[in-house]
């Protein structure tokens, strides 16, 4: 990892600023995961019986993550809600990794 002298001197990395801190940037529109749907779902493969299963989606705009739990639909839609504010928080965190293709050090 590249030391705080060597990314002074680099310009395509700069510190990530905690929320909220002046002259932080917002985060991107794109960035934020919500709920994209929740619906009734089949009994996947392994899983235990029962007929009370759901998928649910997490958007963000490029990506998606889909998810299987039993439960009824409020239920799961208000897990989802809960995934989706926890990655949120994890991106927006000033601790969060934010590798580039451009960044030193990049395993391959």
């Not at 395509?12 to 709920?35: H, K």
Request: glycine content about 12%.
């Amino acid at each position: 990892m590249p030391s705080r002298k060597q990314n002074a001197r680099d310009p395509t990395l700069r510190a990530a600023q905690p929320a909220g801190e002046a002259g932080a940037t917002p985060p991107r529109a794109g960035s934020r995961f919500r709920v994209g749907r929740v619906e009734r779902a089949p009994v996947p493969n392994g899983g235990d019986g029962g007929e009370d299963w759901c998928r649910y989606v997490l958007e963000n705009g490029r990506n998606s993550i889909t998810g299987l739990r039993r439960g009824s639909l409020p239920q799961v839609t208000e897990h989802a809600q809960r995934l989706a504010q926890d990655l949120n928080e994890r991106h927006d965190s000033p601790r969060a990794l934010r590798w580039t293709a451009a960044s030193p050090g990049r395993k391959k």
